[in-house]
């Protein structure tokens, strides 16, 4: 059963929350809704191609998680030296917020 997605998005607008981290798959939905309400969205990523899409979409910042990172259910199985360094190269985020 997926989270009701839509609904969290709205408590935490009506909450008045400034910032708020995502994960997961297609985030463009979440992302703008937060973006269009003014909140700061990191979202969290395991491999740079995901990150390039979060960023394309609004996210302000990107939180990389290599496959080392306390188990994250990344698919790429990147340890986390080697992907904070691709991303390094990679990514032009955090703009200015």
């Known amino acids: 059963v997926q989270p009701d997605f839509e609904g969290i ?3 935490v607008i009506e909450e008045g929350i400034k910032v ?3 994960a ?3 985030p463009d939905t979440v992302i703008k809704a937060l973006k269009s309400a003014g909140i700061i969205v990191i979202h969290k990523c395991v491999a740079v ?3 390039q899409t979060a960023a394309r ?3 302000d910042m990107i939180s990389m ?3 080392d990172c306390g188990g994250h259910p990344g698919e790429e199985d ?3 030296w080697c992907l904070l360094a691709q991303a390094a190269k990679e990514l032009k985020i955090p703009s200015s917020i």
């Open 57 to 59: 979409v609004g996210a």
């Open 20 to 22: 708020v981290e995502t």
């Open 65 to 67: 998680d290599g496959f």
């Open 24 to 26: 997961g798959r297609k």
């Open 78 to 80: 990147v340890g986390n």
């Open 49 to 51: 191609r995901h990150a």
């Open 9 to 11: 998005v709205r408590v």
